[in-house]
């Protein structure tokens, strides 16, 4: 009886729970679902923006434009056809990798100084965060300014401290620009991870840090016996969470670097080709493939760091 009564409550319970969280779907599906459906089946399209009306379907044609094999003059071309294309996403994976990377270890770092108590420190928290609070485009011109090779203060600075012979088109170089746009990036996002690693650093209980103190065990040890693997679920989070937003960064690209092969990550080639070479139907099918990308490295990232925790 009371293992039917425990079935017959949490049937209720399910029932309920969509049912609140039935509003949110619907309007879920009309403004994400229905639209990534819609770019999903113009990928397999030769739609044009000039006429939209004409769209005929010619199944996989758009992304056999980059894997497909081909010869050219009797010489061998290989897989990777549109070059373009794959530079944008090895520039993408490269930002991704060194940003998120960098932005959890400062962000960690931040975290664990916040954590501690000290004067005035709701004062610095609040400080910590004006950078990610920042919008994006709004920090990227203010850092174009600053990297300018003319009248920018990087190269002002720099020239004065003796760090530099002679200014530096930082953004406008192509051994320097995306090293630029990955600090910009840092400079801006590990505020947002050391917010998210605080969350986590606070749910610890004080009393085995007190435990830990009573036993002898150095800060050093304690950090990486106690609070890192207590820290680690929130640390998960942000990561993945950083990793979305990273591997679909477009606004700061665009406005440091506009039109820069050497910077252009999947996100630019997504709009310029579905915007400013009105190749509609090429762009859709490669926000499918940015979609399928950030999907798959999201889930796998999911499994591999689930199986670490357990």
Excluded at 41 to 50: D, M, P, Q, R, V
Excluded at 132 to 159: R, Y
Excluded at 245 to 261: C, E, G, H, K, Q
Aim: hydrophobic fraction near 55%; avoid cysteine.
């Amino acid at each position: 009886m009371t293992a039917s009564r425990g079935r017959t409550i949490g049937a209720q319970r399910r029932r309920a729970a969509l049912l609140f969280l039935a509003p949110m779907l619907l309007v879920l599906a009309f403004v994400a679902g229905w639209p990534l459906l819609r770019s999903i089946w113009f990928g397999f399209t030769n739609a044009s923006l000039s006429d939209p009306g004409s769209a005929e379907w010619i199944g996989f044609g758009n992304y056999l434009e980059w894997l497909s094999y081909g010869e050219n003059d009797g010489e061998w071309t290989g897989l990777l056809v549109d070059a373009e294309w794959w530079r944008a996403v090895w520039n993408t994976l490269v930002f991704t990798f060194v940003t998120v990377s960098v932005e959890t270890m400062l962000g960690l770092v931040v975290a664990l100084v916040l954590n501690v108590r000290f004067p005035l420190r709701g004062l610095v928290r609040a400080a910590v965060l004006v950078p990610w609070a920042i919008p994006t485009v709004v920090s990227a011109k203010m850092w174009a300014w600053m990297l300018n090779d003319q009248f920018g203060i990087i190269n002002d600075i720099g020239m004065k401290l003796g760090l530099l012979s002679a200014p530096v088109a930082w953004v406008a170089s192509a051994d320097t620009a995306m090293i630029a746009v990955m600090l910009v990036d840092i400079w801006k996002s590990t505020p947002f991870m050391a917010l998210l690693i605080l969350a986590g650093l606070q749910t610890i209980p004080e009393d085995i840090y007190e435990a830990a103190r009573i036993d002898g065990v150095s800060p050093l040890r304690t950090f990486w016996r106690v609070t890192l693997p207590l820290a680690a679920p929130a640390i998960l989070v942000a990561v993945i969470f950083r990793a979305l937003d990273a591997l679909r960064v477009f606004d700061i690209i665009y406005v440091l670097t506009p039109n820069s092969a050497d910077t252009q990550t999947m996100s630019v080639f997504v709009q310029q080709n579905l915007f400013q070479f009105d190749q509609f139907a090429y762009g859709s099918a490669a926000s499918t493939l940015l979609f399928l990308v950030i999907a798959f490295i999201t889930l796998g990232y999911i499994r591999v760091a689930r199986l670490n925790l357990d």
